[in-house]
């Protein structure tokens, strides 16, 4: 392997949102303001995207495997896909729901599902009183909230467990975070579960489709807006960064094969995988606890293809929500022109990591079975099943992102976006709003940018 | 950097007590069984001992400024000392101890401070109930507990706050505790917290001095013992791992500037260690969730050496518990000699970090005067002040050990000594008995030895 060496102004670490919107935004700036400067992207994976990944099977049907939604009030989101003029779909959601409860099947309309009404008044009530504290949770600074001590001692597990009466309303609630955070109740603090809720707006609209995150679709897969924003970039692929030395004049990057020189980096990577690279000299205590103390939640989706999206004949959505596994909720991920018909079914956290030690052809088996409780028997002979779980990826180590257990938000919070010398942080973990979605990888990135453009000097000829 | 190769039976990643100790016992089993076997030790730092570090200072006087004490019970540490003829002598515990304590400075005798007696009945009756908990909880399978899923659902703190009553019984506790995990009670589960009191015997073996954790002390420092180990051992420093290619064949192990081809691989490598290491291909999502989600405590070490133990003239151990910082808890740690008086302050958690921030003359400042308020004004003039703060160290990142947030050990444990292909986990983290001490890192050694004998066949001469 020959060691290339080369310099730049920027190296912006990760090709994935967070990445593409800074080097974007910078190569934007520059031109509007006459300087040159040169942006290297270093990127581990052989294509761009990160946790956006849509795929073409042998059929012809794009999938999107990792983040495919555009929700209501992501504004960034929707403004890199105006940029770019690509166009976006409802996501399908017609016809009735299905709910898979205590072995009982049942069929409702919109969000609310045919449960006891205890049941629904608690999780009504609590989806109140979570909202209500999540309000007081400043976005800037979770940190900083009145009661932030209180909510940082506990897992949201625990508060559900003292303050929510009815079991089955505590099972629905942790079946919906569950979908959110890609972890158990347990492993993520009350703190972190209300910023993130405040960071999407509320309860409702995390957990939604029409108002909600799951609103829109992209047109031949959000990935599309990936490889449109890496246009004209100049993007290293299959270039994983082993190491970076740095000081206050800079940095020097060392990548398989090549050695980049910049005056300023940005690092979008999540932070358990900046453990994975060497730091010469060693990052802060408190940053390094985050690199050490957020892991990532384990999530992966789960896609049969069908000839035709068959339970909309029996009047179905394709939306389902069940205590059974594996997947204990679906979507109908169908293209615009509504053939063929793609079931999505997501696992997360220990479900995922359950399917994820099953060969192909098993997971396939019990995703399917599952799909057929839900759907009926049609859906256990599909064109094509794909799936992809996010924890076997060694560039991701997991989905949607990396969380907080009880005290770390608390105690090394204000690191997340604090710049160390020539290092930013970026990527989705560092955003204020939507943070952990794809609208807060471009927002954080963006924000990178700023912090950067404030530091560069024109560069010498040469 | 010239890329040297060479080729092994067993690589031992780490050079710390767990690495020693593997590394010793299969040389002492092929031996006996007249098996050539070849073992290198390849460690990160230019010395052996790990976390265990003694120094010896500008005036000669040696000081431990890692771990330190051979604890009441620990049979393997104990074991290892005897076998290279390492002398001992009795921690400095002689006087009266001091609380201060809301203000107040009193003087007690034995265990128990001078407290409320609604304070200390809150904290015998808590610590009852911890070791009434913690003995139903399996060494080998903490996840195996009958109320597994209740314990690790909470942090220890929100236990606390929902079982003790008494303000000042639960702050005694946080501090006792914190001096055992190196962090705040609200980070770590409930159910590792039992484990590791179990693990230690109880809850007064782990915070006490006499018949308890912190009885004995090494003559020359612990070190010592850790150099001992290594004579006649292959034991290669500065060599910090970067990359492990594995195969069931065997591993090849990348060092900076040296590569070992090996039939079996013993790391020892803290969790989040192993998370700076690149796997090829990667580890499995449980071993991975492990490096992720277990951080290591902040703990540091602060020293300082006075011509005399002054405090012992005014009928004081040196020993001090106080809610004032930064130094909640004190020892003498004077060499057996009785001169000089050497008196050793522990920081931990948010107190490590806040101290870290400081430049070494700020520290030596504030940690005097907390000296002062404990011992008199005598405490303010040392000979010489040192102090370690292990989470700047970018070879450990954090002591005592790593610990498990909500969620973890239930989900992740049985990975903890799972190996995987030619890859064998130690370290004192993997330990059963004594897990986080010494003791723990010497016994998961000889764990990882047993197995890796176990693997081995004679090998082919040339």
């Not at 009183?129 to 007081?136: G, H, I, P, S």
């Not at 052809?361 to 399917?368: D, N, P, T």
């Amino acid at each position: 392997m020959s060691e290339n060496e080369e310099s730049c102004d920027v190296a912006v670490l990760g090709a994935g949102f967070a990445g593409l919107a800074a080097a974007v935004a910078i190569a934007d700036a520059c031109k509007a303001g006459a300087k040159p400067c040169k942006v290297v992207v270093l990127e581990a994976r052989e294509r761009v995207g990160g946790r956006v990944y849509t795929t073409t099977l042998a059929d012809g049907t794009w999938v999107d495997l990792g983040g495919q939604w555009l929700g209501a009030g992501q504004e960034r989101l929707a403004h890199w896909l105006a940029r770019y003029r690509i166009a976006t779909y409802p996501t399908w959601t017609k016809g009735d729901n299905v709910l898979l409860w205590q072995g009982q099947r049942t069929r409702y309309r919109g969000t609310i599902p045919k449960l006891p009404l205890t049941a629904l008044l608690g999780v009504a009530w609590a989806q109140l009183r979570l909202d209500r504290m999540a309000k007081q949770v400043p976005l800037e600074a979770p940190w900083q909230a009145r009661k932030a001590a209180e909510w940082d001692a506990q897992s949201f597990g625990s508060w559900l467990a003292n303050n929510v009466g009815s079991e089955q309303a505590r099972q629905l609630l942790s079946i919906g975070m569950e979908t959110v955070f890609a972890e158990h109740a347990n492993n993520y603090s009350l703190l972190h579960a209300l910023f993130y809720i405040h960071s999407g707006k509320n309860t409702d609209t995390l957990l939604g489709s029409e108002g909600g995150a799951q609103e829109t679709r992209v047109r031949g897969g959000m990935q599309r807006l990936a490889e449109a924003m890496a246009q004209g970039l100049d993007v290293r692929l299959e270039r994983p960064v082993r190491r970076v030395q740095w000081s206050a004049d800079g940095a020097v990057v060392h990548c398989d094969g090549l050695t980049v020189k910049a005056a300023r980096v940005i690092l979008t990577l999540p932070p358990p995988l900046c453990s994975e690279v060497a730091f010469e000299p060693p990052l802060p205590p408190s940053r390094q606890a985050l690199h050490q103390g957020m892991p990532m939640g384990a999530a992966g989706k789960c896609v049969a293809i069908y000839d035709e999206p068959f339970w909309r004949k029996a009047g179905l959505s394709g939306m389902c929500v069940s205590d059974e596994g594996p997947c204990h909720v679906t979507f109908d991920s169908s293209p615009p022109e509504g053939k063929p018909g793609v079931l999505l079914g997501f696992v997360e956290a220990d479900g995922a990591r359950e399917l994820g030690k099953q060969t192909e052809s098993e997971r396939q088996k019990s995703v399917l079975a599952c799909f057929a409780k839900y759907f009926g028997d049609q859906a256990l002979t599909p064109r094509i099943y794909v799936d992809k779980l996010w924890e076997h990826d060694p560039w991701a180590r997991g989905c949607y992102g990396a969380f907080c257990p009880p005290g770390l938000l608390l105690a090394h919070g204000p690191a997340l976006r604090q710049p160390t010398g020539p290092l930013h942080f970026a990527g989705t973990e560092t955003a204020t709003v939507w943070s952990g979605y794809i609208d807060g990888a471009l927002s954080s990135g963006e924000r990178a940018a700023r912090e950067v453009l404030g530091h560069l000097s024109p560069r010498p000829s040469g």
